[in-house]
């Protein structure tokens, strides 16, 4: 359960849980002036900042408190649409207190000390899937081009120039899409956010670029160790693969080390079955397809 606190004056009172927060508020010893903190939260902030989050706009009795014709409701469309004063402006938002929250980097906060779910195999495999046919839809065509143009010339020099040429920009498209992904803001690739999950430090912070880059070349090596280093996401404590130990990394829920560690999912979710099943049905056509060629190359050789 989240605890809450509040400043009472220059003292901290706490910790609360968000219903006796509520039944302040109602009592009128608190207002929307009222410093609160949780952890998760980077600074303190006014209770006008958490109304929705502690449910006060169905506190109809609140008002009351606040004087006449204040409008809760209307209050809290203001701070949503931008219009009321930002905190240290005035109204009481300034604190003389310093949260003990953990702020990581480029901004973004990083609450420890949660639950944290880790993503495991399946779930690593579904995102896997999606991003190789988008990698695959990029790729693809810049090797077609390359390539024909290399066949085109009729100079078998400059074709297999061309073929290498196509063949390094398919790596760099992919250290590009991965590293990229992996470290921007959400921590995910498009497959990764299509189930859920996202790459972060092993303290839950940002990878920067340059470590996204590295992890893609332990991805390489994963796949070399005859994708050994991939089975490892099934048995280790943390979910790691071999390029994620490597790299100091780890593939978590999405909501894992955030303020919101409570709606991380642990199961594999409707969408990575749906993607693990499609996986499946095109894996079994692609071995029937192969076992039909054989079967035609074998008859045409009786």
């Not at 040429?165 to 498209?173: D, E, H, K, S, T």
């Not at 921590?187 to 912070?205: F, N």
Request: glycine share 14%.
């Amino acid at each position: 359960m989240t605890e809450w606190y509040y400043a009472d004056g220059q003292e901290r009172q706490g910790p609360l849980m968000a219903e006796d927060l509520r039944q302040r508020f109602q009592r009128g010893e608190i207002s929307l002036t009222t410093l609160v903190w949780r952890e998760g939260y980077g600074a303190w902030k006014p209770v006008s900042e958490a109304v929705e989050e502690l449910q006060l706009q169905n506190l109809t009795s609140a008002t009351e408190n606040l004087g006449s014709g204040f409008d809760l409701r209307g209050d809290y469309t203001a701070i949503d649409n931008g219009t009321a004063p930002l905190p240290g402006t005035g109204g009481g938002t300034y604190s003389p207190y310093s949260a003990p929250g953990a702020t990581g980097s480029y901004g973004a906060t990083v609450v420890s000390g949660g639950e944290v779910v880790y993503a495991g195999f399946w779930k690593r495999y579904a995102a896997y899937f999606l991003d190789s046919i988008v990698v695959g839809i990029i790729n693809i065509p810049v090797s077609l081009i390359f390539n024909l143009i290399g066949a085109a010339s009729g100079n078998e020099t400059l074709a297999v120039a061309l073929s290498l040429v196509a063949m390094l920009g398919g790596f760099v498209i992919g250290i590009g899409y991965y590293a990229g992904f992996h470290a921007s803001r959400g921590g995910a690739t498009l497959g990764k956010m299509a189930v859920g999950i996202k790459v972060v430090r092993s303290d839950g912070e940002r990878i920067t670029f340059m470590r996204g880059v590295g992890r893609y070349f332990g991805f390489i090596l994963s796949s070399l160790t005859l994708f050994i280093g991939f089975i490892m996401a099934a048995f280790t404590e943390r979910k790691q693969a071999l390029h994620d130990m490597l790299c100091d990394t780890l593939v978590v829920d999405k909501w894992a080390f955030t303020e919101n560690a409570e709606f991380q999912e642990r199961g594999l979710g409707t969408v990575t079955i749906v993607i693990l099943v499609i996986s499946g049905i095109l894996t079994v056509i692609s071995i029937g397809l192969v076992i039909a060629m054989f079967g035609v190359i074998a008859s045409s050789m009786s």
